[in-house]
């Protein structure tokens, strides 16, 4: 007999959206976003929610297949890009682009070309909006952490909205996760 699990709607990484993309959203103009890594889906979700026109860009397969189970659930749709970003070929301009929680999972060099090639296709007038791990993260488990002031730098030309680096409360991911810090670089930045 063939066993069949179940998959219900969940969310790995919280349902809530992320206090950056929350803030950043009186920044956003109108026109298209693409959340880079969206994983699950709660910042995509929060803004499919306010109405704005979507991009999921994700390479994990199960992030792919719950972030499905999440939009059907919500009654939302947004544009699903199973795609590697290293790999991922932009084809359109976007007025904003969101990359949380996803550029310290690449090796600097890697992470360099990302960032160019996510400035070049950001509309005029767009913003970005970033979250990344920095160097005093207590896990140092992952192919690159930002210095201090590293991604600010990386937006110099870019008018910086918000610029911050700081330590989380614990928090805990998932059902089995244990309670944890860490250490961030966040930024909203707009294209001059
Ligand atoms: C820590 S999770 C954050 C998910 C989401 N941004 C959020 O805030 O809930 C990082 C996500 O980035 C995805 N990711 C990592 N490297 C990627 C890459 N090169 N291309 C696309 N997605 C990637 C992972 O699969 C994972 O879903």
Redesign the pocket.
């Known amino acids: 007999m063939v066993a069949i699990k179940l998959i219900k709607p969940s969310y790995k990484?919280?349902k809530k959206p992320?206090q950056i993309v929350t803030k950043a959203v009186k920044y956003m103009p109108p026109g298209n976003i693409l959340?880079?890594?969206?994983?699950?889906g709660?910042?995509a979700l929060f803004l499919a929610k306010l109405g704005f026109k979507v991009a999921a860009?994700?390479?994990?397969l199960a992030?792919i297949q719950m972030l499905k189970l999440n939009l059907k659930q919500a009654k939302l749709k947004v544009k699903i890009i199973p795609?590697?970003?290293?790999k991922f070929k932009f084809n359109e301009p976007y007025s904003t682009i969101i990359a949380?929680?996803?550029l310290h999972?690449?090796p600097k060099a890697n992470m360099l070309k990302v960032i160019n090639k996510i400035q070049n296709y950001t509309s005029k007038g767009g913003i970005n909006i970033i979250s990344a791990f920095t160097e005093s993260n207590p896990s140092k488990n992952f192919p690159h952490l930002f210095k201090a002031g590293e991604l600010k730098k990386l937006y110099s030309g870019w008018r910086i909205i918000i610029y911050k680096e700081l330590i989380t409360l614990p928090e805990k991911h998932g059902l089995d996760g244990t309670f944890h810090r860490h250490s961030l670089a966040l930024l909203i930045a707009e294209k001059a």
């Not at 959340?35 to 699950?40: A, M, N, Q, T, Y």
């Not at 795609?83 to 290293?86: H, L, R, V, W």
């Open positions: 990484w919280g992320s959340d880079i890594g969206s994983g699950d709660r910042n860009l994700e390479k994990d992030s795609e590697d970003i290293e949380i929680s996803v999972f690449l």
